[in-house]
């Protein structure tokens, strides 16, 4: 029996000649990745353990980007933890305010995420790298404190399923409504420990921000990882950003997969997930649900051609006089494009604000917070309860055309209706 990308990845890194869903292994990882609430946790772990060094000063990645720039005085001690714990380590891979960007966003942008490779992070939306043909999931605090020390961590193999996108993509559609619709579908623990694979020809015509939006929420369909398979594109993205060698590993014909699901994307239109479950997947120009906040950003839609659509649809447009629309470009690189191509403009003569790279919002941190009641459109990853701020707040997940036009309208719509 055949091998699936992920198994691949995962034998190659327990120095095994083979790998089947449900086997126990222990693997080396190429990179451990934590954040400003993650990192501290683990910091603490890794020093009460009286551990002296991290395996590897250039292979652990510490980003402070929920609450930079900081919000109040605990976010910046937590910050100040990392800050201290890596000029001990020498850690090279420490971004600070001015240099720092949403994590899952100035990884690959800094061409630290490359096929084969074997990555894990104290942030559940690390799979996001699974765009670039690497087997990457999220871990707790504790495990990041262990593979920080040692250079390893324990894995059970997932299963995986499979996911054909044919057909020809409408307008306004993105890879968010592509990995909606699949949630919708599949539920919101309808991969629950496996590894999503996506493939097909529409996959094979994505930008590999469109991947890297997928691959961020398979976890939200409790996936192990996300994974596509490296061809011209990928290739094409990392060479222009790592001279770094890498691995490209590829599914066997003869896999064995636990689901195989086919999807005809000319069906497929702009949809919305409306609270509080990823999966409650509908039509945008179905809805009509008044709104005050809309935030174009974060790990799954801030990079610059979620920009660059949303400023399409805004452009020569206001912001309903009833809505606050923010604007938060994921890294410093896509704030400086998005600033030299004129997209600013746009947003600000809209009436939005654009903000430093933060994810802020998204998780309720700050830049954005919810009041009672208060109803939000989001290019996010997640609508749960008291997400973005109050327990009674509401959160719909959308792609950027569907929130800019939703922001202009004062309601969530589709952009056709702005016509």
């Known amino acids: 029996m055949g091998m699936t990308i992920s198994q691949k990845i995962l034998a190659a890194h327990a120095d095994r000649d083979e790998v089947t869903a ?8 190429d990179l451990v990745l934590g954040n400003d609430i993650t990192a501290p946790i683990a910091i603490k772990e890794f020093t009460d353990l009286n551990i002296k060094s991290v395996f590897d000063p250039e292979k652990v990645a510490l980003i402070p980007d929920h609450f930079t720039p900081n919000k109040d005085i605990k976010s910046a001690e937590q910050v100040k933890i990392l800050r201290e714990f890596s000029k001990a380590q020498g850690i090279k891979h420490f971004y600070d305010v001015g240099r720092v ?5 100035l990884l690959p942008e800094l061409g630290l995420t490359r096929p084969g490779m074997l990555i894990i992070g104290a942030d559940s939306h690390t799979c996001t790298y699974g765009a670039m043909g690497a087997f990457s999931t999220g871990v707790g605090s504790t495990d990041m404190a262990a593979a920080m020390a040692v250079g390893k961590t324990w894995f059970k193999v997932p299963e995986a399923m499979k996911f054909i996108y044919e057909g020809n993509l409408r307008p306004y559609v993105s890879g968010k409504d592509l990995i909606l619709h699949t949630i919708g579908d599949i539920g919101v623990d309808g991969a629950l420990y496996r590894s999503m694979e996506f493939t097909g020809t529409v996959i094979s015509n994505l930008s590999i921000e469109g991947r890297m939006t997928m691959a961020n929420m398979a976890i939200e369909a409790g996936g192990k990882n996300g994974i596509i398979e490296p061809d011209d594109i990928t290739l094409e993205y990392i060479r222009s950003r790592s001279r770094e060698e890498f691995t490209v590993y590829s599914s066997d014909k003869d896999a064995e997969y636990a689901d195989v699901r086919e999807y005809d ?47 399409e649809v805004l452009r020569g447009r206001k912001v309903h006089a009833d809505v606050r629309l923010l604007v938060i470009p994921a890294t410093q690189e896509i704030y400086r494009k998005a600033m030299d191509e004129g997209l600013f403009d746009v ?12 994810c802020g919002p998204c998780l309720g941190g700050h830049m954005g917070i919810l009041a009672e009641g208060e109803k939000c459109v989001a290019t996010t990853n997640r609508n749960f309860v ?10 719909y997940l959308s792609n950027p055309a569907v929130a800019a036009a939703s922001a202009v309208m004062g309601k969530i719509c589709h952009p056709d209706e702005l016509k």
Do not use: W
């Open 386 to 395: 008291g997400r973005m701020g109050h327990p009674k707040s509401e959160v």
């Open 265 to 311: 994307v000319s069906k497929i239109e702009p949809l919305v997930a409306y609270p509080h479950l990823p999966e409650n997947v509908r039509p945008a120009r179905e809805s009509g649900v008044k709104i005050d906040q809309v935030v174009i950003g974060s790990c799954t839609n801030g990079r610059i051609e979620d920009l660059r659509v949303a400023a």
């Open 347 to 358: 947003f600000l003569e809209a009436e939005g604000i654009v903000s430093a790279p933060t």
């Open 22 to 29: 449900g086997d126990l292994i222990e693997a080396r990882v």
């Open 101 to 105: 960007g949403v994590e899952h966003a």
